[in-house]
């Protein structure tokens, strides 16, 4: 099984700043990597898939880039409303299954 | 506008069941596949399956095979998961999530089911 990895597991910033979150897998993924972003008491909401495509609504601000092992997520300037958790998502070959990152929270 | 409405909260006892119902409107029922996601209390993201709503087909994630079981009913366009032999560590908001393929992302989610599971 493949195990998603990320760090850090805490980012504490303040708006405006930019924010750098890391997804390494244990073995090579391609590119078939996703994105969500999670406030407090919401479920999640899809924010980059195939690891460097913004879903539909999401503003410019979140960008993702990596291949193979490892991925980032960048939030170029943090507004209020970003500050929750992330997780990255993979997905096996065939049977398709997916496992999640353990989550990076971004604090104030 | 797409929406997955999940059935409310529930508690129960231990070694008891649960199902949990997830109804999909504002798109085609049986054209996405439906995932089932868990959370338990202050933790990650755990899948637990998916199922195709057009054929029925299903697969699970290897720790919860025997225990979980997803079905649908097309006519209400409505997707079910069914969780047997509770345990505590079973406790968790459940989420109902839409792909467009059995390899693609969760593009909507629902609102999310809290299960309890205490004697």
């Known amino acids: 099984e493949i195990v998603l990895t990320q760090s850090p597991a805490t980012l504490s910033l303040s708006p405006g700043e930019r924010a750098t979150l890391s997804c390494r897998a244990s073995q090579s993924v391609s590119t078939y990597l996703a994105w969500y972003q999670q406030r407090p008491g919401q479920a999640p909401r899809l924010l980059i898939y195939d690891a460097s495509n913004r879903a539909a609504g999401i503003p410019a601000r979140f960008s993702g880039s990596g291949s193979g092992t490892d991925f980032i997520l960048t939030i170029s300037s943090l507004e209020p409303e970003d500050f929750a958790v992330f997780y990255c998502?993979?997905?096996?070959?065939?049977?398709?299954?997916?496992?999640f990152g353990q989550g990076t929270k971004v604090e104030i | 506008q797409v929406q997955l409405v999940q059935s409310g909260a529930e508690v129960k006892k231990p070694g008891a069941s649960v199902k949990v119902s997830c109804k999909a409107s504002?798109?085609?029922?049986?054209?996405?596949?439906m995932h089932w996601v868990r959370q338990a209390p202050g933790q990650g993201l755990e899948w637990m399956g998916w199922i195709n709503p057009k054929s029925g087909a299903t697969n699970y994630a290897q720790k919860l095979q025997g225990r979980v079981t997803m079905t649908r009913d097309t006519s209400i366009s409505t997707a079910y998961m069914e969780l047997s032999g509770l345990r505590s560590d079973d406790t968790a908001v459940y989420y109902c999530?839409?792909?467009?393929?059995?390899?693609?992302?969760?593009?909507?989610w629902s609102q999310g089911t809290l299960v309890t599971v205490s004697s």
């Open positions: 998502q993979q997905r096996s070959n065939w049977p398709p299954r997916w496992t």
């Open positions: 999530a839409r792909s467009t393929t059995v390899t693609t992302h969760f593009d909507y």
């Open positions: 504002g798109y085609v029922f049986t054209g996405y596949y």
